[in-house]
């Protein structure tokens, strides 16, 4: 999205944060609020929020990162903005900052969970991940499982993929919600930022493969992603969130980044050579 940073304050007072999704090992709840338009649905998220902290913490940020990543990576994926806004919860004004997507479907497609999709159709003991190669999605559940990889995200469960019918006929929806990841658990506590293992891979929400990251990454094919020179595209990545994150968290981030790329170029599940994108 060209203009995916939208730095100019707006009045969004008037959304309902009726939607309330609760977080694990945050302390908190992600609050959500959709608006209907002319062209669609219009959802809005805030970071973590609780009623004694208020607002806090960069998941909205990290999706704007991650947004980032996934065009350079050519994913499909829903597109972000990072919006700097003013609402109203439980009767207090917050300045905050959020992320705000739109609905993919078009007016006639309808949609389910991925989790239940494979409920409905799976067979006996069938693993989720032999289900989704069976049903010819092999390729788009590689790069979600490497890309979840290079960012470290918590939270990929069986409801946060999603299966769009279209033409009567079930396909992958495209990539969303990725909050959960980076230096997310740190919030704004800096020497916990700064000591943060770039590398470390604690159990995870998955709903595919196993509840490690690293450990998924077996399940990939040498030569997923095309040569990229991702170090060159640094500053695109974090265009326009000076405002918004601190410098700890920018580095730490582009750490985080940086390490897990190559140990994807090191496994070969990136190949190596000139940027082919």
């Known amino acids: 999205m060209k203009h995916d940073v939208i730095s100019k304050l707006q009045d969004l007072t008037a959304l309902s944060w009726d939607e309330r999704a609760v977080t694990t090992g945050t302390g908190g709840v992600f609050l959500k609020a959709r608006a209907s338009t002319s062209r669609g649905d ?12 208020g607002i806090f913490g ?14 350079l990576l050519g994913i499909d994926h829903i597109p972000y903005r990072l919006v700097h806004a003013l609402v109203r919860v439980d009767g207090v004004e917050h300045e905050t900052w959020l992320s705000e997507s739109r609905d993919y479907r078009r007016p006639d497609e309808r949609r389910t969970s991925l989790d239940t999709f494979y409920d409905l159709n799976a067979a006996e003991r069938e693993a989720p991940l032999d289900f989704c190669i069976a049903q010819g999605w092999a390729h788009e559940i590689q790069a979600m499982m490497a890309f979840d990889y290079l960012i470290m995200n918590r939270d990929r469960h069986g409801a946060n993929i999603e299966i769009v ?16 990841s980076f230096v997310c658990l740190c919030g704004d506590r800096q020497d916990d930022v700064r000591a943060f293992d770039a590398m470390k891979d604690d ?33 695109r990545v974090f265009r326009n969130l000076g405002d918004v994150l601190s410098a700890a968290h920018v580095g730490k981030i582009w750490e985080i980044i940086m390490l897990r790329w190559e140990y994807l170029v090191e496994l070969g599940i990136v190949g190596e050579g000139d940027e082919s994108r």
């Open 203 to 235: 159990p995870v929400n998955n709903f595919i493969g196993t509840r490690h990251l690293e450990e998924n990454l077996r399940f990939l094919p040498q030569g997923l992603f095309g040569p990229l020179d991702l170090e060159s595209h640094r500053d």
């Open 165 to 180: 019918y279209r033409g009567g006929r079930p396909c992958l929806a495209p990539l969303f919600d990725h909050g959960l």
């Open 58 to 71: 960069h998941e909205s940020a990290n999706e704007i990162i991650a947004s980032r990543l996934l065009d």
């Open 42 to 53: 219009i959802y809005y998220k805030l970071s973590n929020y609780d009623r004694y902290r």
